[in-house]
């Protein structure tokens, strides 16, 4: 007798994750997961309130890092909480390394005197990337210090995007 097979083509790319963390028993990962979109939806919303143009996102990510976009391929601004605190940056992610490294030597050079506060310049050497990032204490367990995280996420984006513009925008970064 026909019958139609029902077989799952696609699915959401959380669902699975959330699936396999709770047949673990890993709610630890879950609620760490749940806190990083509740905190990154809130910021979107802050960041589109101010109207500054930054994304068109509004559901926030899941991980530890909230990309947002630069309006060229190859290079994206991000906000995150890694283990030594926040970060906001600018990544340089050209398939080619040497693409990178010279985004980054360009970046570097013309960055420093504008920005006004202390970058770190990470080359990361054998990876696909290259960053340039300011940071500062902070954990996403620290639910009471969320809006101070968003003022400096905002802020530190500020600084970093008008230093870049008053270097001469991405462009000159393209072809250094």
Request: proline share 7%; with cysteine; aromatic share 10%.
């Amino acid at each position: 007798m026909p019958a139609p097979l029902m077989r799952l083509v696609v699915q959401p790319n959380d669902w699975g994750k959330k699936v396999k963390a709770i047949a673990k028993g890993d709610t630890a990962a879950s609620d760490r997961a749940l806190a990083y979109q509740e905190f990154w939806t809130r910021f979107l919303e802050a960041v589109h309130d101010r109207k500054l143009g930054w994304t068109t996102s509004t559901k926030g990510s899941p991980q530890n890092w909230q990309s947002l976009p630069a309006g060229m391929n190859g290079m994206s601004y991000a906000c995150t909480f890694s283990r030594s605190g926040l970060s906001s940056e600018i990544f340089f992610q050209d398939p080619d390394p040497a693409v990178n490294d010279a985004r980054f030597a360009a970046a570097r050079t013309k960055l420093e005197p504008t920005y006004g506060n202390t970058l770190s310049y990470e080359p990361l050497q054998a990876r696909k990337g290259c960053r340039i990032a300011e940071y500062r204490k902070g954990d996403i367990g620290n639910g009471d210090d969320w809006p101070e995280y968003m003022t400096w996420f905002i802020d530190a984006q500020t600084r970093l995007r008008t230093a870049i513009a008053e270097a001469g925008g991405l462009a000159p970064l393209i072809t250094p």
